[in-house]
């Protein structure tokens, strides 16, 4: 941009001390600034229209109309308000900093060379330095005492009850300070630099060390929620575990974050009148930013398309609240500083007539409140403005044409905003197209506004000149610039305060850093607004100038970090704003590093997530377990562990370090101290009362089931599990279906293994006890229970338990063992299949004893099911083949220990022992095939080995005493191993003696409704007894022959029957 040349002589350069910012002397004024070259040419300014089109390199987007500017006569545009000139908070003027808005906010500059100067001139400028040095100690002196002053308002402001204590109130009348005091001194190159760094990092504080150490011990931590929070946490943490494909996966974290967001906020309103409420609310409103910012909301559609896209919106595709709306609405409702508006807005005159009028708007402007903005303008009445005063033209407000312009430049701010895509179409995708074109529209009206107020200025150069002279090492005379600023407000056709409070706001919209961070009351706006206000770029090109205007044109033509990943983009933004904040080392932009929530919320805008977790966990054990499950179902928390995060477990295995603790804070380290506290409780009750209650236990494991450590996870749930009764059967299904949903299968057999142990030593109920043990899968004690209960049908000639004892588990197995087990197949396949298998052999041994009992055991008034011809077949039937099952391990009289029996060889002779009725009948019962095998099991019996055969004779010798005596040996002198056990090694005891058949001896004989009086089991009512045909001396021998003539009279009777 090119500059008309002053007629005047040519300046001569000048010298200034480093320590020094004193305007040039020289009479002519300063030489150009960086922004453009003037031409040196004699003859005087060029034609007007050669560089009238030279401005912000783009055409007129709808450039706001003012109509009294005459853009063709006047010079070119030069600069405009600002903070400062090349960093913020560098007062070009020795101005005080405390009247940007905030006390001390400033940045050193660098001092350029000095420029070598003749001795004369030295003499000369000797004697201004002494008057400026004068000039300079009054201003220092009211520098600090106007700090001393902002100083002591800011430590006597009380803090509002819904504000942090960390929150600092914006200075009162701020702007009006400046005004008063030297406000041409505002003024900024309209191409402000950049001020946040890409991917700077703050190095100021260290936040992770200072989380640790606010944070509680975790071991002393306990559960502040509500039941009805935590059941529900749960219940969506169980929801996003469920998602099996990555894309459903992110559907169901988005989802879940915002639910636990609504969630966590109803809890903290339900619990506000508990002292749990203060840490409860600051870890929700901690964690609804964290989530906010990595998973906003869905919203409906409402944006109007792109004026810049050719192509329609999918109706079907989804739309996300911006990250810069989740920033502005999380500052305006947990964040909410004392702010001018309300006050404002409470001035019945006109708001202009409050002196914060401007405050007001450039706080609500900021916060993105733009109601309030167009509301305040829309109502100022500037003919009472408090600013007129100040800008000496009249003690009640605006008259005349400062009033008419007044009233025009402000309506044509109000048509701006208007236009805003925030406030058109509640658009608050700042990175985007709309407000790209926004943005040059207020490039354009910025302009519009300088031209229109200081076109016709003759001085309008005079005070930027004496800032851009410092450059080059000239100075001009402090009284010289304070009477060219009096000269530019004087000529200026809108009133300087409104003049440079709209250029504030322009400059605020356009996201100039400077003017952001001047504004802003403390760091947490300061951070938050740098971000709100990014437009997405992250080049060095100053905002508002020609390079960046010309860069908007490539923009279209690539993508950005921030259209491909705006959430990174977003929290590396959120990081650098956090490195510029705080490495300028003002005291109003530090951190209370005493204060818990101050830290944690340094920790999330720096993106240091470990840190947050500390804090969070310390307020919340379930908020912060959820939080960091899903920071890392979602890869946005990574572990310290350097390159070795990047392996899984086996991984690890491989490279050896697989036992290499884990540097930091873990999602594990949280879910174990979440579930050791939370196994303490005994329930936990949800709103719904015993509903949607459920034990402490059983949270407890459901969360140990998502650990990312399977051995960690199955080491605490066995603590767990080792540590907690088992009372019931409902308590250990419970236990059971919990650890099979999560794929804890071995804990899930341990569990029915521990409690099938208790039934069965503690208990007669064989039916839970046969259930458990099949849900443990454990085959051989399966085989002993079902051994038992043969065994002592054997010996007492009758069905055992009788009918009436039995539980309701085994009635079911034996009434209707189709439908039960199938039942136990939907839990558990295998188990059912186990128990299946070796059932068969009980429930046909007791069929037998029904079928033959059936007529005496039938209630009065009912008749049998069978004939009594049939049910004599039906009895033969069912004991020839338990016969067969028996004798099929020693067929050939050789012992086969592997194969599978349902009824021990121990038994046999007792078995052929019933069969004795069947034979020498008037009808033959027995058909020529049962016989056969009656006459195979006797053979198999003699050749077997004779330990076998003594096991027999010990089976034998306890059902005959049973029938003569009433009563069994005693079970410790029974107590031996079987012969198969002694010929294989097998952990088998014999089912004759045992402590299972023993111990329930007496109870069950006792309780039995088919005993007579006298309660001894040979008074027992039976069809028939075989026993009462054998002294209870009898030896097997005795049996075998009186069978084996019976077999023989039988087939004899067959043949002549013809059977064949």
């Not at 630099?193 to 703050?202: E, H, I, M, N, S």
């Not at 109502?379 to 007129?388: H, K, L, P, Q």
């Not at 003049?499 to 322009?506: D, F, P, S």
């Not at 020839?880 to 599978?900: F, K, T």
Request: hydrophobic fraction near 35%; include cysteine.
């Amino acid at each position: 941009m090119f500059r008309v040349p002053s007629s005047s002589p040519p300046s001569t350069p000048d010298s200034r001390r480093s320590s020094r910012n004193v305007p040039s002397t020289t009479p002519a004024g300063p030489p150009p600034d960086k922004s453009f070259m003037p031409s040196s040419t004699p003859a005087g300014a060029p034609p007007t229209g050669l560089f009238s089109n030279s401005q912000f390199g783009f055409s007129n987007p709808k450039a706001l109309n003012f109509n009294k500017s005459a853009y063709g006569s006047s010079p070119p545009k030069n600069e405009l308000f600002g903070v400062g000139n090349a960093a913020f908070g560098v007062s070009t003027t020795g101005r005080p900093g405390s009247f940007r808005g905030r006390s001390g906010f400033r940045v050193p500059s660098s001092t350029p060379p000095r420029q070598g100067h003749s001795e004369d001139e030295a003499e000369e400028e000797e004697d201004e330095d002494e008057g400026d040095e004068d000039m300079e100690d009054e201003d220092a002196e009211g520098e600090e005492d106007e700090d001393d002053r902002m100083e002591d308002d800011e430590s006597s402001a009380e803090d509002d009850d819904d504000i942090p204590a960390h929150s600092r109130s914006r200075g009162q009348n701020r702007l009006s300070q400046s005004v008063v005091s030297q406000t041409g001194s505002m003024q900024q190159q309209m191409s402000s630099p950049r001020l946040v760094r890409p991917a700077a990092k703050q190095s100021q504080y260290d936040l992770l060390n200072l989380a640790k150490g606010l944070a509680p011990n975790p071991d002393r931590a306990t559960l502040r929620e509500p039941g009805e929070t935590i059941l529900e946490t749960e219940r969506l943490m169980e929801k996003l575990n469920e998602s099996e494909t990555p894309e459903r996966r992110e559907d169901a974290l988005a989802e879940v974050a915002q639910e636990l967001v609504v969630l966590w906020q109803n809890s903290r309103q339900a619990s506000a009148t508990t002292g749990r409420a203060s840490l409860l609310f600051n870890a929700s409103r901690l964690a609804n930013l964290l989530l906010g910012i990595h998973y906003p909301g869905q919203i409906a559609q409402k944006q109007r398309p792109s004026k810049l896209s050719l192509v329609p919106l999918r109706p079907e595709s989804r739309h996300f609240l911006p990250i810069p709306k989740v920033l502005i609405d999380w500052l305006n409702t947990y964040h909410g500083a004392i702010s001018e508006i309300g006050v404002v807005l409470k001035e019945t005159r006109g708001y202009s007539a409050h002196m914060s009028f401007w405050d007001a708007v450039h706080a609500s402007a900021c916060r993105g409140n733009f109601a309030a903005t167009l509301k305040l303008l829309k109502g100022a009445r500037f003919e009472v403005a408090a600013t007129a005063s100040e800008d000496q033209l009249g003690d009640s407000g605006y008259r005349g044409s400062h009033l008419a312009n007044t009233n025009e430049v402000v309506g044509d701010a109000i048509n701006l905003l208007h236009e805003c895509p925030a406030v058109a179409s509640e658009d608050w995708d700042i990175k985007g197209q709309d407000w790209n074109v926004f943005r040059r529209q207020v490039q354009q009206a910025l302009a519009d506004l300088q031209e229109y107020a200081e076109g016709d200025s003759q001085n309008r150069y005079s005070a930027s000149r004496s800032m851009q002279a410092s450059h080059f090492g000239m100075s001009q005379s402090q009284n010289k610039f304070n009477l060219s600023m009096a000269s530019r407000k004087a000529e200026s056709k809108v009133p300087w305060s409104v003049y440079e409070n709209l250029a504030r706001l322009y400059k605020l919209l356009l996201g100039d850093e400077g003017e952001i961070i001047a504004l802003a009351a403390d760091w947490i706006e300061a951070v938050a607004s740098l971000t709100i206000w990014w437009n997405g770029e992250d080049d060095d090109a100053p905002q508002g100038s020609l390079a960046a205007s010309r860069r908007s044109v490539a923009r279209s033509q690539r993508l950005r970090p921030v259209d491909i990943t705006p959430v990174q983009a977003y929290c590396q933004r959120m990081s650098a704003a956090v490195a510029t904040v705080f490495d300028s080392e003002e005291d109003d932009f530090s951190v209370n590093v005493t204060d818990t929530f101050e830290v944690g919320l340094a920790c999330v805008f720096d993106n240091n997530i470990e840190g947050v977790l500390h804090i969070l966990r310390g307020w919340s054990l379930s908020l912060a377990s959820a939080v960091a499950e899903i920071a890392t179902t979602g890869d946005w928390f990574p572990r310290g562990d350097g390159i070795f995060d990047q392996f899984d477990q086996s991984d690890l295995m491989l490279l050896s370090s697989a036992n290499r603790p884990p540097a930091g804070l873990t999602k594990d380290d949280i879910l174990v101290t979440y579930a050791t506290v939370i196994a303490r409780m005994d329930e936990i009750t949800g709103s719904d009362g015993d509903d949607a209650a459920r034990e402490g236990w059983e949270l407890a494991i459901q969360v140990l089931g998502r650990l990312n450590d399977q051995r960690v996870a199955q080491d605490r749930i066995e603590w767990v599990l080792d540590d907690l009764p088992l009372r019931s059967s409902d308590r250990v299904d419970k236990i059971i279906q919990l650890c099979h949903s999560l794929g804890l299968s071995q804990q899930a057999r341990s569990v029915a293994l521990k409690f099938a142990d208790h039934l069965r030593h503690n208990t007669q109920n064989y039916g839970d006890t046969l259930l458990y043990y099949a849900r443990a899968h454990d085959a051989a004690k399966i085989q002993e229970v079902l051994r038992v209960l043969v065994a002592h049908c054997l010996v007492k000639s009758l069905a055992y338990p009788p009918v009436v004892e039995l539980d309701d588990s085994l009635e079911s197995l034996i009434t209707s063992p189709k439908k039960t087990l199938t039942d136990v197949a939907r839990a558990d396949p295998e188990g059912a299949q186990l128990l299946s298998n070796y059932l068969s052999g009980y429930a046909t041994i007791r069929k037998f004893y029904d079928l033959r009992d059936e007529e005496i055991i039938a209630k009065g008034g009912e008749k049998p099911a069978h004939r009594p011809m049939a049910r004599k077949r039906a009895a033969a039937n069912a004991l020839i083949v338990i016969v067969q099952s028996a004798a099929s391990s020693i067929r050939g009289g050789l012992y086969d220990h592997e194969v599978e029996t349902v009824v021990q060889v121990d038994v046999l002779l007792s078995l052929l022992g019933e069969a004795l009725v069947f034979i020498n009948q008037p009808k033959r019962t027995l058909t020529l095939q049962h016989l056969y095998s009656l006459l195979a099991a006797i053979e198999d019996l003699d050749t077997a080995p004779p330990m076998i055969r003594t096991q027999a004779e010990e089976c034998l010798l306890t059902t005959l005493a049973a029938a003569h005596d009433g009563t069994v040996p005693s079970p410790k002198s029974l107590l031996q191993k079987s012969t198969s056990n002694l010929t294989t090694g097998s952990s088998q005891y014999s089912l004759i003696g045992s402590t299972e058949f023993g111990s329930v001896e007496g109870q069950s004989t006792e309780s039995s409704t088919i005993l007579v009086r006298g309660g001894v089991v040979d008074d027992a009512k039976r069809a028939w007894d075989w026993r009462k045909g054998f002294n209870k001396n009898a030896k097997g021998e005795d049996v075998i022959r009186i069978l084996r003539l019976g077999i023989a009279k039988e087939i004899g009777r067959a043949f002549v029957e013809g059977e064949v």
